[in-house]
């Protein structure tokens, strides 16, 4: 069984500091997706990582998969309190369409 | 990517009944799931729906509790069968158009009392 590990599980910030969130696994992923999810709304699918190493920037996200493909990092730069949500880490192994998703980190950026 | 719904996007039940959730979707998919979202908690696979096939169920969950339709490539349904307040969740359907990556439905919220 494919197990994602997620940290912190909760993170409360100040608005303008930055902020890494991890997952972490002993399995190798054939990819890896991070979704944010915001109360009362579904996963929206922020980024997928696929290549060891691979580094991904969505405008203050930077995404990084680890070379071994069994790790990767979320980093948010100067946050804003629409970064609130819950971050959700999702692996994909292979020839298994399923994903394996991480436990979460709730993030709260405070104004 | 998909532009996906779901109804309804809330109910509270009474124990003892069954709802049936409807995913419809923008486009052709092959593959769509079905996921339960526990307050506070991370996202489990229910079932795997693909059209012209029984459904695949994940470990802990069974048809009879859960019994999924896929008439065709665009819509599907979940029914929560004889329901009780364990089954208090976020339900949550999502498709992969192409490749890993999937795509979310907003979800249903389900209380039952």
């Known amino acids: 069984t494919q197990l994602l590990e997620q940290s912190p599980q909760f993170l409360s910030i100040q608005e303008g500091e930055n902020l890494t969130v991890y997952c972490n696994s002993s399995s190798v992923f054939s990819s890896l997706q991070w979704y944010r999810q915001e109360p009362g709304e579904g996963p929206v699918l922020l980024v997928t990582?696929?290549?060891?190493?691979e580094v991904k920037k969505l405008k203050r996200l930077t995404f990084q998969f680890g070379d071994a493909r069994k790790d990767s990092s979320l980093h948010i730069t100067a946050a804003q309190t629409g970064d609130t949500g819950l971050y959700l880490c999702?692996?994909?192994?292979?020839?298994?369409?399923?994903?394996?998703f991480g436990k979460g980190t709730l993030l709260t950026v405070n104004p | 990517s998909a532009v996906i719904s779901q109804k309804p996007s809330r109910d509270i039940c009474q124990r003892g009944t069954s709802l049936t959730i409807q995913c419809q979707v923008d486009?052709?998919?092959?593959?769509m799931f079905w996921y339960r979202q526990q307050p506070g908690q991370s996202l489990t696979l229910i079932a795997t729906?693909?059209?012209?096939?029984?459904?695949?169920?994940e470990s802990g969950f069974v048809i009879d509790k859960f019994p999924i339709s896929r008439p065709n490539l665009t819509f599907s349904t979940l029914t929560v069968s004889n329901m009780s307040p364990e089954d208090s969740s976020i339900y949550l359907c999502?498709?992969?158009?192409?490749?890993?990556?999937?795509?979310f439905g907003p979800g249903t919220r389900l209380t039952v009392l």
């Open positions: 999702a692996g994909s192994g292979g020839s298994n369409y399923k994903l394996t």
């Open positions: 990582v696929v290549t060891g190493g």
């Open positions: 486009s052709q998919v092959t593959m």
């Open positions: 999502s498709v992969e158009p192409a490749g890993n990556e999937q795509f």
């Open positions: 729906a693909n059209q012209g096939s029984e459904a695949t169920y």
